[in-house]
């Protein structure tokens, strides 16, 4: 018997799909370009439609029939134990080949923004922690982890990570994002989709492009971002994750910029993202966002009209479940309202990852692991140190912290004893588990209560919730007030809870009108400041709250962003001195709850002056964050003023030494500062920065290697140029910590920038006695 060419493994893929597609009919074609919503039989036979998410009468075994392009969430739907998961979803891989003329497995994807979001699996600080570590090394480590246990159950594809851009932290998936700098966002992300890739799994990039500029922080809003700060801010980190990281797929974002949907937008996922910067992976939709176009947008009158433009735009995939892409498209193809060109490009794209994941061979089978460890000690320990290093000591101004070990410690707050308070809208028992409230939550989850008690064995510590997260009684106010006035210091924990759709104070669709702390919180700790008893503040967050009502009257404050599974053991180390804080502000703490409604990328125009009473002067600017032990940066080495070309690059080195008694990690970051531009541009902007872990008197020399392509921005005709003049190198602890400037002049012709331009600044850690040869452009 003769193997198809499709079938041959030594023929290039392209070879491989051109035979394919030719052997398809238009409803094979159609089959391969949506995915179903299923949920995994509880007895390891199967998988069944997710019927809420349907709303179809369509029949599983007739779906099937024609092939399949996806299975969604098989393992995120409801809770199931991975090993009976994984013989589910490998049981239906074979019914879906059996069924069809082609035997083609479908690509099964899952969510996994914080983790593998399925019961018993790691929940892992959300991305917003990752911001806080500024480590890239340790999110790839994680996102491997991720990768290897999708891959371990049969899954191919993970729906992150979030590259959206803060632009209003009121915006409840502000706890998705990685922060409020794009060059921060891109150099997390894009190792997080490294580790993802290396596992294996494709990493899909969300939300493209502009889902956090939406107006007034409100989810879906329309987004009126102008055309630079589109292209300086939202679209870099998505160009560094698919130029270094190498990501396989995209998902196109759910908003609409002037008007234009991005799903139905072909210069925004076909001429910016194939053409401009070469992708050559598949676009999917938001789920349900291809019939968004029709039911919320009104840009199409009928499911044919919605996929006619989202094909054309250049959406390959329609998820969670078939709406568009089925029998109304097929009938448009018929009908010639519909090219059928449009299908069979969708279709090569999908057949070619395929290919890639092995799924066109003959020999392929699904994974049946005899046994699943989805929360591994492996996986523990790298959740645990992120979570340590993620979190942020804002202020301990007379040295509070650590606590002392015999310490009476009256622990109060909404968010001290619940689990839920470490883990954010994506972790399986927040995401899914509080539907199933019957069911365990299936990992460990140490509350903050339980492990400062570990933490702190001879210390006597009492507890009064006070009040709920945003419920306005106040009648546990006096227990809690009683509770702190017999203690010698009082630790208020408070916060948010995580939730979907207006069930929480944080998580999609939770935005708030303002940043006060939610419901009666600010007036709790208030009455906590009254007893006269040191307070120190925990908050266990999705975004930052206004502070400036509190400052100088709080004898420490600690900032965690849903730490999670390990959070409470990482910050009651910070409260012992276990830990030593590490973590920096990958958002701004802002003063009032009113006076910053956006981010520190700030134009002259949006600081502080005085044709204006509102100051939007953060309370904590962007970068910082304290420690127990303290460093001395010296030896700068280089020009304080230079010259290079518009073309040239320039190495700034310093030495950062440990002072202290113990151990602890700086972190060292670089701004730039463009005194004169054609366009108006940001006072200062993140470009570089590095994480440097130091012993006590240990010191490292660390060396940056700024090209003159980081200078560059979109100037009045829409091209990315260097332009010729002074510019401003800092060197800081944060936005505002500068500790060391070089004024460069950059000489010669205005450049314009490509597709090869520069995206990082190079950077090398080496002993402080050793002078670095070579910089490295790994971060």
Not at 254 to 262: K, N, Q, R, S, W
Not at 496 to 516: P, W
Not at 692 to 710: M, N, Q, S, W
Request: charged content about 20%; some cysteine; glycine content about 10%.
């Amino acid at each position: 018997m003769t193997t198809a060419p499709w079938r041959d493994p030594a023929l290039p893929a392209a070879a491989r799909v051109d035979d394919l597609l030719t052997r398809m009919t238009l409803e094979e074609k159609t089959a391969q370009l949506y995915g179903v919503w299923v949920g995994a039989a509880t007895d390891g036979a199967g998988v069944a439609p997710h019927q809420q998410a349907m709303d179809t009468d369509h029949d599983w075994d007739e779906l099937i029939a024609r092939g399949l392009g996806q299975l969604t969430r098989s393992f995120g739907t409801a809770p199931v134990d991975p090993a009976v998961g994984a013989r589910s979803l490998a049981a239906a891989q074979r019914r879906i080949m059996a069924a069809g003329r082609f035997g083609i497995p479908a690509v099964a994807h899952e969510e996994c923004l914080a983790g593998f979001t399925a019961w018993r699996a790691t929940a892992y600080p959300v991305p917003l922690a990752w911001g806080a570590s500024f480590d890239p090394d340790l999110v790839e480590e994680m996102a491997r982890r991720i990768g290897a246990d999708l891959r371990a159950v049969g899954v191919h594809q993970g729906l992150a990570p979030v590259l959206d851009v803060v632009r209003d932290p009121r915006w409840g998936r502000v706890e998705e994002t990685i922060g409020e700098d794009p060059y921060l966002v891109g150099t997390i992300g894009t190792a997080y989709v490294r580790g993802l890739e290396a596992a294996g799994i494709v990493a899909t990039l969300k939300h493209f492009a502009g889902y956090a500029s939406s107006a007034g922080a409100r989810n879906l809003a329309p987004v009126r971002a102008g055309t630079r700060e589109f292209a300086d801010v939202t679209l870099p980190p998505f160009e560094m994750a698919l130029r270094e990281g190498g990501a396989r797929s995209v998902m196109a974002a759910y908003t609409e910029t002037d008007g234009v949907p991005a799903s139905a937008d072909p210069h925004l996922l076909t001429g910016l993202l194939r053409e401009e910067w070469g992708f050559t992976g598949t676009v999917v939709a938001d789920y349900f966002g291809i019939d968004f176009l029709r039911t919320l947008h009104r840009v199409a009158g009928s499911p044919a009209e919605a996929a006619h433009l989202a094909l054309r735009a250049g959406i390959d995939v329609e998820l969670p479940t078939l709406k568009c892409y089925g029998e109304d498209l097929v009938e448009a193809v018929r009908r010639g309202t519909v090219p059928e060109a449009l299908v069979d490009r969708a279709a090569r794209r999908i057949l070619l990852q395929k290919c890639e994941l092995g799924l066109l061979d003959e020999d392929w089978q699904p994974a049946v692991p005899e046994s699943v460890d989805l929360d591994s000690p492996a996986n523990r320990a790298v959740a645990r140190r992120l979570a340590e290093e993620s979190v942020v000591l804002l202020s301990n101004p007379d040295g509070l912290l650590p606590l002392s070990p015999g310490l009476r410690i009256a622990v109060a707050g909404p968010r001290a004893a619940d689990a839920l308070a470490m883990l954010g809208c994506y972790s399986f028992p927040s995401h899914v588990g509080t539907q199933h409230p019957e069911v365990p939550t299936g990992i460990e989850i140490p509350t903050l209560l339980d492990a400062l008690r570990t933490e702190l064995p001879d210390a006597k510590v009492t507890f009064a919730e006070g009040c709920g997260v945003l419920e306005p009684d106040v009648s546990g106010f006096t227990e809690a007030v009683a509770r702190a006035a017999e203690a010698d210091v009082c630790v208020a924990v408070l916060g948010d809870r995580s939730g979907l759709f207006g069930r929480g104070t944080s998580g999609e669709g939770c935005d708030v009108a303002d940043l006060s702390l939610p419901g009666v919180q600010g007036e709790l700790l208030e009455a906590l400041l009254a007893t006269g008893v040191p307070v120190v503040l925990v908050l266990l967050t999705g975004r930052p709250y206004a502070l400036g009502r509190f400052h100088g009257r709080l004898g420490a404050t600690v900032q965690a962003f849903f730490p999670g599974e390990e959070g409470g053991a990482a910050v009651a180390g910070v409260l012992s001195g276990r830990v030593n804080p590490s973590g920096r502000l990958p958002v701004s703490v802002p003063r009032a709850p009113g006076g910053q409604p956006w981010t520190y990328l700030q134009p002259p125009l949006g600081l502080a002056g005085e044709v204006s009473s509102l100051d939007p002067t953060p309370l904590y600017p962007f970068g910082h964050g304290r420690s127990y032990t303290a460093f001395a940066w010296s030896d700068f080495a280089g020009e304080d003023v230079a010259v290079i070309g518009t073309d040239g690059s320039y190495d700034l080195s310093l030495t950062v030494r440990n002072t202290g008694d113990r151990e602890g990690a700086e972190v060292v970051q670089l701004y730039l500062h463009d005194p004169v531009a054609s366009v108006t541009r940001p006072d200062v902007r993140l470009i570089g920065y590095r994480r440097v872990d130091l012993a006590p008197g240990e010191a490292k020399r660390v060396t940056f290697r700024f090209h003159a392509d980081l200078s560059a921005f979109t100037d009045r005709t829409g091209a990315r140029v260097v332009e010729p003049g002074a510019v401003e190198l800092r060197l800081a602890a944060s936005t505002t910590d500068v500790r060391h400037t070089v004024r460069l002049t950059l000489t010669g012709p205005l450049r314009v920038l490509g597709a090869d331009r520069r995206l990082r600044c190079g950077t090398q850690v080496s002993p402080a006695d050793v002078s670095p040869a070579d910089v490295s452009q790994a971060e």
